[in-house]
């Protein structure tokens, strides 16, 4: 019986690093999963569309979506894996913070969606940012 050696650290960094540059280059399919029909998916697509990798600073992240806020309204900010969910959900807690100041309330809703990257269909979160 033979055992598979886990990846080294920098074999697991190099394929996050791959796919995180693949987000950026990320299309959204024609459906979000979770919702009940396509064309909520496409209208919310309207709104700026924020990619949040790993290596993303949730403070200028929050930054971004309080200029996005203040500009449209709505923001949307995606993210696949883990670590660049943690990343966003921290954005958008600073982010909240920073409108209130301005007594902007925000809310968050999150869903799946489906993104194509380098032709290869990949499940992303999609929190999706509104006044409240």
């Known amino acids: 019986m033979s055992l598979a050696t886990p990846p080294d650290d920098a074999s697991r960094l190099?394929?996050?690093h791959?796919?995180?540059e693949a987000m950026s280059n990320a299309q959204p399919l024609e459906r979000?999963?979770?919702e009940g029909n396509?064309?909520?998916a496409r209208q919310q697509r309207s709104a700026e569309v924020l990619k949040v990798s790993t290596r993303s600073r949730p403070s200028a992240v929050?930054?971004?979506i309080a200029?996005?806020?203040r500009e449209n309204g709505s923001a949307e900010v995606q993210s696949i894996g883990a670590g660049a969910t943690n990343q966003a959900i921290k954005a958008v807690a600073i982010a909240r913070a920073y409108l209130s100041e301005e007594g902007i309330d925000i809310v968050c809703i999150p869903s799946f969606i489906d993104v194509a990257i380098d032709d290869e269909e990949r499940?992303?979160?999609r929190l999706l940012i509104?006044?409240?």
């Open 14 to 16: 190099s394929t996050r």
């Open 18 to 20: 791959q796919q995180e």
């Open 32 to 34: 979000a999963v979770g």
């Open 38 to 40: 396509a064309a909520p």
């Open 62 to 64: 929050a930054g971004a």
């Open 67 to 69: 200029g996005v806020m």
């Open 123 to 125: 499940t992303a979160i």
């Open 130 to 132: 509104e006044r409240r």
